[in-house]
Every structure is written in C-alpha cells, then in structure tokens.
C-alpha cells in the first residue's frame, strides 16, 4: 500500500480485510464462527459503502436477482411444513447475498493491493493445509494429532467432519491463480535462466501435487469435481503451453492409477465402488447407491410438495413420512437430512416456484461471468466460474445447498464472478 493511500485508511477499511483473509481458518471453527464472520464483514462493507457513498452494486442486475431469489424463499416460508424450523434460514439467507458482493467489491472492484494480500494469505493457508494432508496420509494422522475414523479418507483440521475435500476444491483454482501469476511476475524480475526455468513449470508442479491431494482425501465426488475444474481451468486460463498441459495430464492420470492400485483402501472405494461401475454402467451406479436411494426420497418429497416445496430446513421433517411411504411399496430407502444433491434439495424445499428462480439466477450470473471473463481475462473470476459450474452440476453428490459451510464457501466463489462491467 502506497503512503497516498494509507493517509485516508481507516479501521473501517481495515478489519473487513482481515476476516476476509482468515476465511480458510474460520472453516475449521464451526457453523457459529462462519455465520458470525460472514455478518461481520456483512456489516463493515455496508457501512463502508454507506459512508464512502459507493452504491454501484445497487445498479447491478444480478443483485436484484439475488433478492428475488431471496424473496421466494421468504414467500416459501409461508407454505411451509414448519414454519418454525424454516424462519431462521430463509431470512439468514440475506447475509449470503451482501456477502457475495462484499467479496467482490474488496478482492475484485476495490484496491488491487487488498485483494493481492488476500491472495496471498488464502493460498499460504491453502499449501498448510496440502502439507497437513499429505502428513496425515503417511502417517495415519495429521499434525494436531487428528484421525479418520473411516479407512481410506482424510480429514485434515476439520478433526471428525470429513468434508476437507469440499473445502479443498473450493480453494484449489484459487490457489493455482495466485501461483501462477506470482510466477509470471517473478520471471519478470529474475534473470536467472534455472529460476525462469523452474517458475515457467511451477503452476504444473503444483497443479499435479494438488490432484494429487484431492484423490488421497478420499472423497469421491469432491475428487470428480476437483479434477473437472482443474482440467478446464487448465486449457482455458491461457492458449499456450499445449505439450505441458498434456504432460501434466498424463502424469496425473499415472500418479492416478498408481496410488489407487497401490493401496487396498483407495482400490475398494476408488475403483471398486466408485469408477468401475462409472464407467460400466452410471445409470445403475447412481441409483442404486445409497447416493440414489436419497435422491428418490427427495423425488418423492417433491411430488407431494410441488410448487412451494416443504420448506428449508424441512426436508428432514418431510423425509420420514416418505421413507415411510416407499418402504411401503418395497423399497430399501435411506433418510437421510438433505438430498445430497443441489437440484434436488432445491425442488423438494422451494417446489418449483423456487427452482425455476434459482435457475434463472445461475444461468443469468454464469453467461454474464463468463462473457466478462473473455473480455478481462481475470484468471481469479475463471476460477469462481468454474467452482459455481460444477457445484450445480446435476446428478453429481454435494453437500447441502443452504448450511454454513458449504454455501459460505459457494459464495465466497460466487464474488468472485460478478461481473465488473456491470457494476459501472
């Protein structure tokens, strides 16, 4: 930060910088310390903007979309199963929406130096963790002392919560954005022909140690979706390098296929239970795993509940009644306190009135990002891009839509993509 510029800075300035930094860390505290970090920077960036009198994200279409999303839930609160149980939910809901657009206005549209030190510090958290992992991996548990109880999964800093995955993937394009431009601009600074060397290949290095990481965790899903996305960010975040990015493939797809058969664990729940069956037969993978045996409770949740849904937060309350009902008619089923996948969370507790404003918003915020980022070529804004695709991937296993810590991270993505242009 430049003298000029820390003559006008103030706390106010300060601490929303400092919660927005340790993010990664608060992931690890708890639901209470997420939403309570959330409504603080919530509160700091409507008082900045208040004061400083910057209301550009007031002439921003996707915000208006965002409280009309917000608004059918509220509506849906009124049909809902248990309006007790929906009422804390659907109004928190609002602190997602001013979140989302205090991300973008301090790392995207706000001072450069802001979101450079934000970055930075995401990325320093991200590589403790990779370590923290891969300790964990050789030595049964991870450096707080910390243990799987599931053979074949890692949990890392989240201690019994195995949800390290859905964290990592959240961060992982992230991380590789600030490598890779941290590299090109130390090229720039070094005329060292072996350090020049190395920096023009780091962003691959890192890449296949971080898929690497992915698949040792042991999350099926957040593995598939982790390795999506960093496939696409790969070949689209610049258009060079061709022979590299095909090595770096090839060298993951064979570090892939050592690890898994190398180890009885990853086998069973990689290849066994997850890929061979893909690759075989994926209508009867999903459906008949217990992944399809909650979506079918969800379906039939829905069909009883079409156009308002049963409420957020009821599908729990919704699901006994028809576990009980498909029992009846033969079927095994698993309740279970969500879907396990977004869509069908989102049919079963909003019905189709919320659905169909859900996808309205999602098509609209991912055509306008995507039409930005060719025009910019924001390398972060591709990467908040390609997190929000495959979180709405259909069919594909998530985590719930709505809880603290899968759509605090989902937003924090979400920031990143709002266009700028449409924020003048």
């Known amino acids: 930060m430049q003298i000029s510029e820390l003559k006008n800075f103030k706390i106010i300035n300060f601490i929303p910088i400092i919660l927005i930094a340790i993010l990664p860390i608060v992931f690890f505290l708890g639901s209470g310390a997420l939403n309570l970090t959330v409504i603080l920077i919530d509160i700091f960036f409507i008082s900045e903007i208040i004061i400083n009198k910057k209301f550009n994200f007031l002439k921003n279409r996707i915000f208006y979309l965002l409280l009309f999303f917000w608004f059918i839930l509220l509506i849906s609160l009124f049909f809902s199963i248990n309006f007790a149980h929906s009422l804390p939910r659907s109004i928190g809901f ?11 206005y301090y790392l995207i549209e706000n001072n450069q130096n802001y979101s450079n030190l934000i970055f930075k510090f995401w990325t320093i958290i991200f590589l403790i963790i990779s370590v923290d992992l891969i300790y964990e991996y050789y030595f049964g ?74 698949l040792i965790i042991g999350e099926r899903s957040n593995m598939l979706k ?30 892939f296929i050592t690890v898994t058969f190398n180890n009885e664990g990853y ?42 849904g049963v409420g957020l937060k009821n599908y729990r309350i919704a699901v006994k009644i028809s576990q009980l009902e498909l029992m009846k008619k033969g079927y095994s089923e698993n309740a279970s306190i969500h879907p396990h996948q977004v869509h069908f969370e989102i049919l079963s507790e909003t019905g189709l009135i919320g659905y169909i404003s859900f996808l309205m918003l999602f098509i609209y915020s ?28 259909p069919i594909i296993p998530s985590g719930s839509f709505f809880t603290s810590f899968g759509a605090t991270l989902f937003w924090l993505n979400y920031g990143l993509i709002i266009p700028k242009k449409l924020l003048n």
């Open 94 to 104: 609002v602190r997602f929406i001013f979140f989302s657009f205090a991300i973008n």
């Open 141 to 214: 548990y991870n450096l707080l002392g910390f243990k799987s109880y599931i053979p074949g999964r890692l949990s890392g800093f989240l201690d019994q919560e195995l949800k390290i995955g859905h964290l990592y993937s959240g961060l992982i394009l992230i991380s590789l954005s600030f490598i890779y431009l941290y590299s090109k601009k130390f090229q720039k600074e070094n005329n060292n022909f072996f350090i020049k060397t190395i920096n023009k290949n780091i962003f691959y290095i890192f890449l296949i140690i971080f898929l690497f990481i992915s």
């Open 226 to 255: 982790t390795l999506i996305i960093s496939s696409m960010f790969l070949f689209f975040f610049e258009k060079k390098k061709y022979y590299i990015k095909i090595v770096s493939i090839f060298v993951g797809i064979l570090i």
């Open 267 to 308: 086998k069973y729940r990689v290849w066994r239970m997850f890929l061979s069956p893909l690759l075989s037969n994926p209508a009867e993978l999903i459906m008949k795993s217990h992944y399809g045996s909650h979506y079918r409770v969800a379906i039939d949740v829905f069909n009883n509940y079409k156009f308002t």
């Open 366 to 393: 991912l055509y306008f990002s995507i039409n930005n980022y060719f025009s910019t070529r924001n390398i972060y804004q591709l990467s908040g891009i390609l997190f929000v695709f495959i979180s709405l991937m």
